[in-house]
């Protein structure tokens, strides 16, 4: 299993799309870039999603944001940053949340 965390600097991770454009950066490839080669590249990298730590699998993100290629970086910021947002917000815990989970398991 090949786990991905890019990590710009000691206190900083690359998060979302930059995360997948440094993907693409390190397999030495340029845009244009299909999703299609990204899974089949590259099927068990893990995309941070957030600050927070949370992630997701590339192709499920890819998935999710339902595109075929990405042109250049900014169509990849333009078509992943939506869907990162997406799933950062849904993975957010709410205080209640979190004292149900601390105390009913």
Same mark, same amino acid.
């Given at each position: 299993?090949?786990?991905?965390?890019? =990590?710009?600097?000691?206190?900083?991770?690359?998060?979302?799309?930059?995360?997948?454009?440094?993907?693409? =950066?390190?397999?030495?490839?340029?845009?244009? =870039?299909?999703?299609?080669?990204?899974?089949?590249?590259?099927?068990?990298?893990?995309?941070?999603?957030?600050?927070?730590?949370?992630?997701?699998?590339?192709?499920?993100?890819?998935?999710?944001?339902?595109?075929?290629?990405?042109?250049?970086?900014?169509?990849?910021?333009?078509?992943?940053?939506?869907?990162?947002?997406?799933?950062?917000?849904?993975?957010?815990?709410?205080?209640?949340?979190?004292?149900?989970?601390?105390?009913?398991?």
């Amino acid at each position: 299993m090949s786990l991905s965390i890019v =990590v710009t600097d000691r206190w900083h991770m690359t998060v979302g799309p930059d995360a997948v454009h440094e993907l693409i =950066v390190e397999s030495g490839w340029s845009y244009p =870039v299909s999703s299609r080669r990204l899974e089949r590249n590259m099927p068990l990298e893990n995309i941070t999603l957030d600050e927070d730590g949370n992630s997701m699998m590339l192709a499920e993100f890819l998935n999710e944001a339902d595109v075929e290629r990405f042109e250049s970086r900014e169509d990849l910021e333009r078509k992943l940053r939506p869907v990162c947002e997406a799933e950062s917000a849904a993975r957010q815990t709410s205080i209640v949340g979190r004292l149900k989970r601390t105390f009913l398991g």
